[in-house]
Nanobody, 124 residues
Framework: QMQLVESGGGSVQVGGSLRLSCTAS????????MAWFRQAPEKEREFVAV????????YTSDSVKGRFTTSRDNTNNTAYLQMNRLKPEDTAVYFC?????????????????WGRGTQVTVSS
């Protein structure tokens, strides 16, 4: 019932930056916490960051803390992931996910909707 579409992926050099976007439709965007996950080939899906429904709460994983920042614009139904100082280990497919705000955003599970992902490749 909710559609999420990621964009902004691509190939960058080590130390570069990218900004990913996730545009939502079909449901009231401001009712949902928005999260970012990533998954490299043959590796487990990894939590990256989350921002609460109103933009006032959230956190990033230790692996990206200080380099990645998540934000949202509820007027445009869009969540963002700003990625700076990219490393080769950041190479993955990045997914956005939505969780209804009756659930805790501290939990990394129980997401209701998922996008199909966008590829990020960091080369040296």
């Amino acid at each position: 019932q909710m559609q999420l579409v990621e964009s902004g992926g691509g190939s960058v050099q080590v130390g570069g930056s990218l900004r990913l976007s996730c545009t939502a439709s079909g449901r009231t965007f401001s009712n949902y916490h928005m999260a970012w996950f990533r998954q490299a080939p043959e590796k487990e899906r990894e939590f990256v960051a989350v921002i609460s429904w109103n933009g006032f709460g959230g956190y990033t994983s230790d692996s990206v803390k200080g380099r990645f920042t998540t934000s949202r614009d509820n007027t445009n139904n869009t969540a963002y992931l700003q990625m700076n100082r990219l490393k080769p280990e950041d190479t993955a497919v990045y997914f956005c996910a939505a969780k209804f705000n009756s659930k805790s955003y501290y939990s990394r599970g129980d997401y209701d909707y998922w996008g199909r992902g966008t590829q990020v490749t960091v080369s040296s």
